[in-house]
């Protein structure tokens, strides 16, 4: 229950950023299969796209360790746009 509150604590805080470029956003936080899930979200309400992140180095050896983003890109049928993590 304490994940779920603070991922919505964290999605809310990008939201207002993201709002604040004039890009609509609505925070939804599901648990359970994270590929389901958000496969189901995306067919479910009216979206543009799914966006994603990752903050692995992206090496030749990250290429054959399957991930999160990998697997929706491979699964979806929307648009998935890619934000690659940046540390400050």
Same mark, same amino acid.
């Given at each position: 229950?304490?994940? !779920? ?17 004039? !890009? ?47 697997? !929706? ?6 648009? !998935? ?8």
């Amino acid at each position: 229950e304490n994940t !779920v509150k603070d991922a919505k604590t964290k999605l809310e805080k990008v939201k207002q950023d993201l709002e604040s470029l004039g !890009v609509e956003v609505e925070v939804i936080v599901k648990t359970g299969n994270p590929i389901l899930e958000t496969l189901e979200v995306a067919l479910n309400e009216d979206i543009s796209a799914i966006a994603v992140t990752d903050d692995r180095e992206y090496g030749l050896l990250d290429w054959t360790i399957p991930s999160f983003t990998q697997r !929706v890109l491979h699964r979806s049928w929307f648009p !998935v746009v890619f934000f690659p993590m940046i540390e400050s």
